[in-house]
């Protein structure tokens, strides 16, 4: 057998620079695990993610089944079709997931997020923010003389969107849940 | 019947009732009440180790060479991280491992108390699963779900942390049949559609070949059978992973060795030319892929693993089959039968004889001349000497490792231990360990390089201890090979310390352990002193001062293809790798 004649300077991989030829077009799925609601569990997930290099746009969590000690994890992510068929896949095979849904391709599905948003002024501005508010159907949940606390409910761009208004309207400080969703009946 | 008793004797009981016959630890003040309850009984045998480590591998050793899963007992903190290099390199394996830590009692978590770590926060990316046993009444319902999540579905080491109080408090025992099921239960059975579309493909292939892994060992004598019988009526090549050599014997007329970065020239040559590629419980790992744009251009690709994330993690698969090896081939032989299947017959015959071809390149081929042994001639007459024997091989990590897959044949499964996905030097000493307690009269050798070996070379105080025989075989070639092999081929032959100018007098270590030592430099003296090593009754560290620059081929270089391969004695490594190449790993 005689010398392998390579190229010098060619373009050069190790073994380890092994990148897959999937497509590279990103998509953002929101998936639904079903966790039993036990110290550490989180942990397990987060760790996953962050262990194996996976995107969270959004995470929430909360207990929906007390008796059953049941929680719903909601995570927004994004990556390739291959990416997001691992994640599912890593996800599924932790011991305390009982089940994955993929609500992005499990048919139409409602989100909603809720944000807290506290935003300073007085004279137009003031009066402006709570036009705005009205218009985006936010409530007033404090009020002082030169301040509001609105609560606003609805898609993650509606509260980007409302976020944006407020900004140059005094907004200080905001606070917001992460997506929550759930598969709408058929 | 439910019986009343402490935490500690839960934890025994618990073991008893799960069949377990070994335990590997080591004892402190947090697992005390354990070893207090270990010590007034004669069911459970505890192996004093010399390191945790130690005892994870020897836990490993004993359950990969049993098919059964392997304990550990160690204590909190250092106990438990010394623990953690283990745990990582059995699940890189798949191997199943129940790992008992002590911990501080409950109300003292969190307080920095004396040997405290985190264990479960430690161990929770290195585990399949663990748990903190807060309550004595969960414990014994913790313990046996533990054995049923090691090992059901793809197995995998898991850890049970038991603070001190828990073991001292009193509570009901549940017995395994007493507690309730596990939700944990990993679909075992093909999708028989898949399986008839692969059937069906495989009647058409005309250059078909099997890539099997540790997958097929880890489903139990009946998969490697199974699979004989699966290759014996379809007539196409096999080949394996590192992890799965002795699944499909070595003797048998359609193996083709190994593949993969050290693999023979055949079986990759096989791999990159296949029009279908069947992966039976193996995971298309770096070190067999090669460049993934260029791995196997022309072929479909079946693959059938009980993880559902392997499937098309690096490589795209065209049968994903999720399954139980062993089901998988019940079901796929059964489609096979019913279908009265039948292969091209001459178009394998014509890929037999492109095969034919390659082998005879011979890639294995060496010459040892001279004065100084080559290592590839030591692993070789070990091979012939020691054939006939039953035996069990352990390796550690480097040159040896691959010489050792390379040039011994495994008949049968369970027969060779090696640390393949983490690459763990130091696994070898004590899994050697583990195997000689689960087969006492077995022959039980670890191939090893003297750089690792010393990593773990604390248990020779195990081995003379429990008069295990283990045979200590160390290539001594005074360097870390591979690494000074990667320098010569990649790092411009600056060899940035690759070795060691400190080594022990092995026979005078050997003989300070109450131990045998033989050492060994002449060619001429080879065979003699295997055979004294093999015939002395003890444990033995052979010194085998072998040739300090050998390099192991064949190698696919760094981000190359399976066609790509350098060989042996005329391959010219100056220009092997891309000078971009030296900045990669």
């Known amino acids: 057998m005689s010398a392998l004649k390579l190229k010098k300077g060619a373009s050069s991989h190790s073994a380890y620079n092994l990148r897959p030829t999937f497509s590279d077009a990103e998509e953002r799925h929101t998936l639904a695990v079903i966790v039993d609601n036990e110290p550490g ?22 207990e929906v089944d007390h008796t059953g000690h049941m929680s719903r994890i909601t995570i927004v992510t994004t990556g390739t079709p291959q990416i997001i068929e691992q994640i599912k896949a890593q996800l599924g095979r932790i011991v305390v997931v009982h089940d994955v849904h993929d609500l992005t391709v499990e048919g139409r599905t409602v989100e909603r997020e809720l944000a807290l948003l506290r935003v300073t002024g007085t004279g137009d501005k003031r009066v402006e923010a709570l036009r705005l508010a009205d218009i985006f159907r936010a409530n007033v949940v404090d009020s002082t003389l030169d301040s509001f606390v609105f609560e606003i409910t609805g898609t993650s761009e509606k509260v980007d969107a409302f976020a944006d208004l407020m900004r140059p309207l005094g907004l200080e400080e905001i606070a917001r849940t992460g997506v929550a969703a759930l598969s709408r009946g058929t | 019947m439910t019986r009343q008793m402490t935490g500690a004797k839960m934890v025994v009981q618990a073991l008893k009732d799960q069949g377990v016959d070994v335990v590997f630890g080591y004892p402190g003040g947090a697992v005390l009440p354990i070893y207090d309850e270990i010590f007034q009984q004669n069911d459970i045998r505890h192996i004093l180790v010399r390191h945790e480590q130690g005892a994870v591998h020897a836990a490993e050793g004993y359950a990969r060479s049993t ?15 010394n623990a953690v290099t283990g745990l990582t390199d059995a699940l890189m394996d798949s191997i199943p491992l129940i790992v008992l830590t002590g911990q501080v009692p409950t109300f003292m978590i969190g307080s920095d108390a004396f040997q405290e770590a985190d264990t479960v926060g430690i161990t929770r990316p290195c585990t399949k699963h663990n748990w903190l046993v807060k309550e004595t009444e969960r414990l014994a319902q913790t313990i046996h779900e533990a054995f049923h999540v090691a090992t059901s579905g793809r197995p995998g080491p898991v850890l049970v942390d038991i603070p001190k109080d828990v073991q001292f408090a009193s509570a009901k025992y549940l017995e395994p049949a007493q507690t309730k099921t596990s ?34 060992i880890n489903s139990g004598d009946e998969a490697s059978a199974l699979l004989r019988e699966l290759v014996d009526a379809t007539g196409i090549p096999i080949t394996s992973t590192l992890m799965g050599l002795g699944c499909y014997p070595a003797s048998g007329k359609n193996w083709l060795g190994m593949l993969g970065m050290h693999g023979l020239y055949e079986a990759n040559m096989a791999m990159h030319d296949c029009d279908l590629m069947i992966n039976i419980g193996a995971r298309f790992d770096d070190r067999i892929t090669g460049r993934l744009d260029a791995f196997s251009p022309g072929s479909q690709r079946a693959h059938i693993d009980i993880d559902p994330s392997s499937i098309n993690k690096v490589i795209r ?6 399954g139980d090896v062993k089901e998988v081939l019940r079901q796929m032989l059964s489609v096979w039968k019913d279908r009265g299947a039948k292969v091209k017959r001459e178009a394998i015959q014509n890929w037999w004889g492109r095969i034919e071809e390659w082998k005879k390149i011979n890639c294995l081929a060496f010459t040892q001349t001279g004065k100084t042994i080559k290592p590839q001639h030591a692993v070789h007459r070990l091979e012939e000497l020691t054939k006939g024997h039953d ?132 060619p001429a003296d080879l065979d003699d002193a295997i055979m004294e090593m093999v015939n002395y009754d003890g444990p033995v560290i052979f010194d085998c001062l072998v040739e300090k620059h050998e390099n192991c081929f064949p190698m696919i270089p760094s981000g190359k293809a399976h066609n790509e391969m350098l060989l042996g004695e005329n391959a010219s490594t100056a220009d092997a790798i891309d000078a971009g190449g030296g900045v990669l790993v």
């Open chain 1, 41 to 62: 569990v989180l942990a397990r997930v987060i760790g996953l993610f962050s262990g194996r290099g996976y995107n969270i746009d959004s995470l929430t969590v909360a």
């Open chain 2, 67 to 81: 098919g059964k899963p392997g304990v550990v007992l160690v204590t909190s903190g250092p106990g438990a991280t």
């Open chain 2, 183 to 216: 939700h944990y239960q990993p679909q075992t059975n093909g999708d028989i559609d898949t399986i008839t579309e692969l059937v069906e493909a495989l009647e058409q292939a005309e250059r078909p070949v099997f890539y099997t892994g540790g997958g097929v």
């Open chain 2, 317 to 322: 698969t065209d049968f994903p089959i999720v």
């Open chain 2, 391 to 522: 035996r069990y091989i352990c390796t550690e990590v480097g040159q040896h490792q691959m010489w050792a897959a390379q040039y011994l044949g495994f008949e049968h499964p369970n027969r060779w231990m090696t640390s393949g996905g983490l690459g763990t030097m130091g696994y070898g000493f004590p899994a050697s360990i583990g195997v000689q307690v689960a087969h006492p009269e077995a022959l039980v050798i670890n191939v090893a390089g003297e750089a690792s070996w010393l990593m773990n070379m604390q248990e020779m105080g195990t081995a003379v201890q429990y008069r295990l025989p283990v045979k200590q075989f160390i290539l001594n070639n005074e360097r870390l090979g591979m690494v000074r092999q990667w320098q010569e081929l990649l790092h411009g032959e600056r060899y940035s310390h690759s070795w060691s100018d400190a080594l022990p007098d092995f026979v005078k270590l050997a003989e300070a352990f109450g131990a045998k030592g033989i050492q060994c430099s002449d």
